[in-house]
């Protein structure tokens, strides 16, 4: 199947249907409040950093979807704030009318029936391409490991630069981002912040939510820590800087 991958700027019909597509993000995941400052204006300010594809045996029904997100940091480090950092980052400089930067990758996606077939690194491709395109000389990623939620005991720290035999990452997401040139940098460790109430939290994950304590959630690459006298709970969940030099 012949693939086709655009930016949203040129195919606008995807907008109405591009958040609909079957994913694999945990519904707890959804409700980071810094999410707020992007996704919501992809079709309008960021429609150049959103990168969609389809293929001709379904023309017009995405398979897969790339953000990206332009900020401006004067720091020489990535941020420790990750993911809601340059989210948080982007929407300053917007609206203080800087150029940016830096530009950042916050998520590839793929549509259930079609993983396991190697789009998300063809969507990381496209996507150190169009960031080239733009004028950036790097894309950071703060990546999200994706076998790190079947270990929440243990540390980013130690999971992030775990290899296998061969010297590339155990991890397979990071593997992908080593094998098409990025390079880890460091953990972010507070990359994504969610918190909830407890009925947000059962809610969010089907789980009683009745005690204090730490609380194993699935997906979560970290246990949610819930304080039940205080009806609320809150995750922090860690991710890595992974960086993709584009000349």
């Known amino acids: 199947m012949a693939l086709t991958i655009t930016t949203l700027a040129e195919r606008p019909e995807f907008a109405a249907t591009l958040w ?23 079709d309008t300010t960021y429609a150049e950093y959103v990168l969609v594809a389809d293929d001709d045996a379904d023309p017009g029904r995405p398979v897969a979807r790339a953000c990206m997100m332009p900020y401006r940091s004067e720091a020489a480090e990535l941020p420790d704030d990750g993911w809601d950092g340059v989210i948080r980052r982007g929407w300053l400089a917007r609206e203080r009318g800087q150029r940016p930067n830096g530009v950042s990758a916050l998520e590839i996606s793929v549509r259930k029936d079609r993983q396991g077939g190697g789009l998300s690194g063809v969507m990381l491709r496209a996507m150190r391409e169009r960031a ?85 959630v699935p997906g979560a ?21 992974v960086s993709h030099p584009l000349s």
């Open 221 to 241: 690459l970290t246990p949610v820590l819930c304080r039940a006298e205080h009806d609320h709970a809150v995750y922090v969940e860690p991710n890595v800087w």
């Open 132 to 216: 080239a395109a733009l004028g950036f000389a790097e894309l950071v990623a703060p990546v999200r490991p994706n076998h790190k939620h079947l270990e929440p005991g243990t540390p980013m720290a130690e999971y992030a630069w775990r290899t296998r035999e061969d010297g590339l990452p155990y991890d397979p997401w990071l593997r992908v981002h080593v094998r098409a040139g990025g390079k880890i940098v460091k953990v972010a460790p507070r990359s994504m912040v969610v918190a909830g109430t407890l009925a947000e939290w059962r809610t969010w994950t089907g789980l009683p939510f009745d005690r204090s304590g730490e609380v194993e």
């Open 20 to 42: 609909e597509m079957d994913h694999t993000w945990p519904e707890f995941a959804l409700n980071d409040p810094l999410a707020d400052l992007f996704y919501p204006f992809t």
